[in-house]
């Protein structure tokens, strides 16, 4: 009779552990935002430069994650099965997997937009720089008084421009006209200099003065400095933004993508659209860069350690590309 329950015991529980493997292992696997984030980002970076075995590293800690804890304790369902069937073949579709990951991480940043207030205080902040702070110069006093004279001189000539226009237009060949005639286009020509004279100071101006990427690093080195500087005193949005720099005047240096200093991340980043390996190699350091420095996500040091490995990922894509 003892063996009959121990038998009927047994094959309940072994039920019960088909039924239910998940209860019988472990609980499911949960993950905060950032740590997911972080994890689709390297992931679809090793995808990108066609990195497989970290890939299916990551793409197994992926499918083993079943929730996210969101910033306000809630836990969100996640379900990334399909990167584990994706990597089962033997030659799996990397351009595909890169393209769902990043569509992943862009759906992630939706759910966490920055706070209104947050988002005011950063463009009050950029508004009160230049060029937006800087008010119109009101004129001179000698300005003033040149541009009071000739109000005065125009409309002391008003009642003769009438009578003046007649004459002009009178028989042609007539000293008065040809003097009339002499008279307007000397003043059209004095306008004419006096308006160029104007516009080659403004066009003087205008090239003397430098972007602020520009005047951000002279190299690729001064800007890695800076974000050193800026890293160890915590301020890692400022940090992240000449990290970046350092890599774009890094491909500039190797021939590799031509560095404009008025053109966005973005602007760089579509101007390889015929490289698409390099293209993707520093799409995941945009992509981080504009969060951080546009969009106002909060980083900390475990968040930069992931732009930097952005940034050592772009220069093994950029170097194997360049070697035969």
Known sequence: MANCKQIVLLALLTLCCSLFPGAAVAQEQQLSLAQYDQLLRAARA?????????????????????????????????????????????EPDLPFITARLGALIDALALTNPPDPA??????????????????QREPGWIEQQIERFFDWLFDQMAPAVGPIAEVASGPPG????????????????????????????????????????????RDTADAHA??????????????????????????????????NPHQTNREHLQRLRERPTLRDGLAPLVEATDRVWYGGIPLDAEGYAAVERHVAALRQVAEGEAQP
Request: charged share 15%.
């Open 118 to 135: 947050q988002a005011q205080a950063q463009l009050d902040a950029i508004m009160n720089l230049p060029p937006f702070s800087e008010a």
């Open 226 to 259: 800076q974000a050193a500087t800026f890293a160890r005193a915590g301020d890692f949005r400022n940090a992240t933004r000449m990290l970046a720099l350092a890599a774009l005047l890094w491909l500039d240096e190797r021939g590799s993508l031509s560095y």
């Open 46 to 90: 090793a995808a990108a430069r066609g990195d497989r075995l970290e890939l299916e590293q990551l793409g197994r800690t992926l499918s083993d994650a079943q929730q996210i804890v969101m910033p306000n304790g809630a836990l969100a369902q996640v379900d990334n099965s399909w990167l584990a069937m994706a990597l089962v073949a033997n």
């Open 174 to 217: 007539t000293l008065v006209s040809w003097l009339v005639t002499a008279v307007a286009i000397a003043l059209v020509v004095g306008v004419l200099l006096m308006w160029m004279r104007g516009l080659r100071r403004v066009t003087r101006a205008q090239a003397s003065l430098a972007s602020p990427a520009a005047l951000a690093a």
